[in-house]
């Protein structure tokens, strides 16, 4: 049953933008509005080695490792090929582990572990940082603090320090810093540093497509979903490239599968559409949904609005106030219509919904 105030399906959810978050967690923001239709589990890559009962303290408490730590026998040819490996290089491949998989490299043979000791330091370097920058961990918030750790970090060679300094950086508006720091942490592999130094490029006047869509192709193969998203985007809206939906699509509907909510509201509207993919009423109200069920206010207005259309008037209603109260306007109206179809116990039991409800996990 569609209403004359319904809003036009054709907008897509779109932003070029740069995140606030840190290195491990990025989350839009500097929105730039477009409106146009021409937003885990730990798996170690070393989980196979036999490393489960050796830990990293190990390797700081003895004061003579060989004597005091039995590493698991491998191969001499093996142990050999792991020494080998020039420490610069060691250095650029680990820039940007995480800690669990920084230790677990540590762990691998002796050369590693001497090695890597800089960016262990990073490491720590790094988390008194993000202590300074959140306040937490038993430490006042001190910007100056935060960013004297991140760049200490980053000078051991840790991206994902870079990364952080690089955000906080672009936070006081000294964006040729962040920059610069982008593309060194994008050199050594750092997904979130391509989609970050992407989105700078996209945003400089005049704006740098060309290498925009080099790193947002990088990240986006490595897996980044908020790189995906973009991408599609511009491929979506011609930037820097010919329209392509089907292309646009394809890199939505990979956003989505990932966790990234904003193209799990695009994609429902290619499947609507037919858009770059086939038409799939199915496909479209089940993205709907999953985007309505992470907190997308578009969505819960869509996925209201089609709840009422089937009679289900109190689902409807639950989504249609969860839309009102994340600021989608044109949504009250439509809730109050469907509110004065109810009985008053009914109307108490959805209001009582709509408190209680939270947001699923993106992924």
């Known amino acids: 049953m569609p209403h004359p105030n319904k809003p036009s399906t054709n907008v897509v959810e779109s932003s070029l933008s740069l995140p606030l978050s840190d290195s491990t967690v990025t989350v839009a923001s500097h929105e730039m509005k477009h409106v146009t239709w021409p ?5 170690s890559p070393f989980s196979s080695l036999p490393f489960s009962n050796v830990t990293y303290s190990q390797f700081s408490a003895a004061k003579h490792p ?8 491998m191969p001499a040819s093996t142990a050999a090929d792991f020494s080998s490996l020039p420490y610069d ?27 890597l000791q800089p960016l262990r330091e990073a490491m720590l370097l790094l988390q008194w940082g993000k202590r300074f920058k959140h306040g937490r961990g038993g430490v006042r918030q001190n910007a100056e603090k935060a960013l004297e750790s991140f760049l200490k970090a980053a000078a051991r060679g840790s991206a994902l320090a870079m990364v952080d300094a690089g955000l906080m950086y672009w936070g006081k508006g000294e964006r040729d810093k962040a920059v610069g720091l982008y593309i060194k942490a994008a050199e050594l592999g750092n997904h979130a540093a391509q989609c970050n130094l ?27 979903v908020r790189s995906q998203y973009q ?23 990979k956003a989505a599968e990932g966790g990234y909510v904003r193209a799990m509201y695009n994609i429902s509207l290619c499947y609507s559409f037919g858009e770059g993919l086939a038409l799939s009423r199915q496909q479209a ?22 709840l009422f259309s089937e009679g289900d008037m109190m689902k409807a209603v639950v989504y249609l106030e ?42």
């Open 39 to 43: 937003h885990r589990s730990y798996s």
């Open 66 to 73: 060989r004597s005091s730590l039995s590493l698991p026998s």
């Open 89 to 115: 290089v060691l250095i650029k491949i680990a820039a940007s582990f995480d800690h669990p998989n920084l230790l677990s490299a540590s762990l691998v043979c002796w050369s590693w572990c001497e090695a």
């Open 198 to 224: 992407a989105l700078s490029y996209l945003q400089a006047k005049p704006p740098n497509t060309e290498q925009a869509l080099k790193w947002l192709y990088k990240a986006s193969f490595g897996g980044n």
């Open 231 to 253: 991408l599609a985007l511009c491929l979506h809206r011609s930037v820097g490239v010919r329209s392509n939906m089907k292309e646009a699509a394809k890199w939505y509907l």
């Open 285 to 306: 109200r089940k993205w709907m949904k999953r985007a309505a069920d992470r907190g997308h206010r578009k969505a819960q207005f869509e996925h209201g609005l089609a």
């Open 322 to 363: 969860l839309a009102t109260r994340a600021g989608e306007t044109g949504a009250a109206h439509i809730k109050n219509l469907v509110l004065n179809r109810l009985s008053a116990a009914s109307r108490d039991h959805a209001m009582s919904l709509a408190d209680s409800w939270r947001p699923l996990p993106s992924s």
